[in-house]
């Protein structure tokens, strides 16, 4: 089988495709055709040594994929042949996948493999965020920045099913025509969107921000909280970890909350199958539609890696086997 393989920690340009094994599931794994994988961050910061975790090389990247069960335990609810999406945490971009039978989901009829792979990472992310952490309750204002990537369309998406006001931030216009295809109920630049905040909201500021990106907006993000607000910090694509004076927050009434969903959910079994049961009836109805950016062949798997790498992704870039 192919897969793709980090054998030095020198980022996209030193990804390879090799020919390997196939894989052999032990008893209780599910093995999976893989028919398309996502391209997430963690993949990137894997190649260059990174992340918090660090396997020993080489290792075979990707973390989420949909695709066709090949076997399965006999007392697993999956069978040959299912069509499924799967949180494979590493492994994932090679032609055949293991999973742990609780990080298996099944994949509705009409959801295309393409956008099967967008779900587990950033639907799940989203809603945990959102939801679990954030609190979120309908009505309410949501900020969302990076809103044109997999995160951020993903997180637009949540806010606006469950009955939220969605506003994206963006860089550039042609990343606002990407937040609003995802549903976006407004849509702003990132180098003034404390200014536009006052503006949309008449000085009250949002409920809830949505941080995948970090860097130098943390700060303005505080200021555009109302009271009561909550600031999700995701991530740090910006590559800058900020820091924030816990004053502030005790003088605004503001809480800045983690989250940190692949940690807190596959430490808890059964916690996947209830965010999946949840997010069925939106992608039923439409209301979850993963917005799909650039698709390459697993051959290119460093050039998809690249494009995230540059910040020019928008929606979600996938893999196709």
């Given at each position: 089988?192919?897969?793709?393989?980090?054998?030095?920690?020198?980022?996209?340009?030193?990804?390879?495709?090799?020919?390997?094994?196939?894989?052999?599931?032990?008893?209780?794994?599910?093995?999976?055709?893989?028919?398309?994988?996502?391209?997430?961050?963690?993949?990137?910061?894997?190649?260059?040594?990174?992340?918090?975790?660090?396997?020993?090389?080489?290792?075979?990247?990707?973390?989420?994929?949909?695709?066709?069960?090949?076997?399965?335990?006999?007392d697993s609810?999956?069978?040959?042949?299912?069509?499924?999406?799967?949180?494979?945490?590493?492994?994932?971009?090679?032609?055949?996948?293991?999973?742990?039978?609780?990080?298996?989901?099944?994949?509705?009829?009409?959801?295309?493999?393409?956008?099967?792979?967008?779900?587990?990472?950033?639907?799940?992310?989203?809603?945990?965020?959102?939801?679990?952490?954030?609190?979120?309750?309908?009505?309410?204002?949501?900020?969302?920045?990076?809103?044109?990537?997999?995160?951020?369309?993903?997180?637009?998406?949540?806010?606006?099913?469950?009955?939220?006001?969605?506003?994206?931030?963006?860089?550039?216009?042609?990343?606002?025509?990407?937040?609003?295809?995802?549903?976006?109920?407004?849509?702003?630049?990132?180098?003034?969107?404390?200014?536009?905040?006052?503006?949309?909201?008449?000085?009250?500021?949002?409920?809830?921000?949505?941080?995948?990106?970090?860097?130098?907006?943390?700060?303005?993000?505080?200021?555009?909280l109302a009271?009561?607000?909550?600031?999700?910090?995701?991530?740090?694509?910006?590559?800058?970890?900020?820091?924030?004076?816990v004053n502030?927050?005790?003088?605004?009434?503001?809480?800045?909350?983690?989250?940190?969903?692949?940690?807190?959910?596959?430490?808890?079994?059964?916690?996947?199958?209830?965010?999946?049961?949840?997010?069925?009836?939106?992608?039923?109805?439409?209301?979850?539609?993963?917005?799909?950016?650039?698709?390459?062949?697993?051959?290119?798997?460093?050039?998809?890696?690249?494009?995230?790498?540059?910040?020019?992704?928008?929606?979600?870039?996938?893999?196709?086997?």
């Open positions: 089988m192919r897969a793709v393989l980090v054998e030095r920690l020198d980022g996209p340009d030193a990804v390879v495709v090799r020919d390997v094994p196939d894989l052999e599931p032990s008893p209780t794994e599910i093995l999976i055709d893989v028919k398309a994988a996502g391209v997430s961050f963690p993949d990137l910061l894997l190649s260059s040594g990174l992340y918090q975790v660090k396997p020993p090389l080489p290792f075979t990247l990707g973390t989420e994929v949909s695709g066709v069960v090949r076997r399965a335990p006999a609810q999956f069978s040959p042949g299912d069509h499924v999406v799967a949180f494979t945490g590493l492994g994932g971009f090679a032609d055949l996948a293991l999973a742990d039978p609780e990080a298996v989901l099944p994949l509705p009829g009409g959801v295309s493999f393409s956008a099967g792979a967008a779900l587990p990472m950033n639907y799940l992310t989203a809603h945990f965020a959102l939801m679990r952490r954030g609190r979120l309750k309908h009505g309410e204002t949501v900020l969302v920045h990076g809103a044109a990537g997999g995160v951020g369309t993903a997180s637009v998406q949540i806010a606006r099913a469950y009955g939220a006001r969605a506003v994206a931030v963006v860089s550039t216009a042609a990343k606002g025509d990407v937040a609003r295809r995802a549903g976006a109920d407004e849509v702003v630049l990132a180098d003034r969107f404390l200014d536009s905040v006052h503006e949309l909201t008449d000085g009250a500021g949002v409920d809830v921000i949505l941080d995948p990106v970090g860097g130098a907006r943390f700060a303005d993000s505080l200021r555009a009271p009561e607000g909550r600031l999700l910090v995701v991530g740090f694509t910006a590559g800058e970890i900020p820091t924030v004076r502030r927050l005790l003088l605004a009434n503001i809480s800045v909350v983690g989250v940190a969903w692949g940690a807190f959910a596959l430490g808890r079994p059964g916690f996947l199958q209830h965010q999946w049961q949840e997010l069925l009836p939106f992608l039923h109805s439409g209301a979850i539609d993963p917005v799909l950016g650039s698709s390459y062949p697993v051959e290119e798997a460093g050039l998809a890696l690249r494009e995230l790498a540059e910040r020019r992704a928008t929606g979600k870039l996938t893999l196709n086997f």
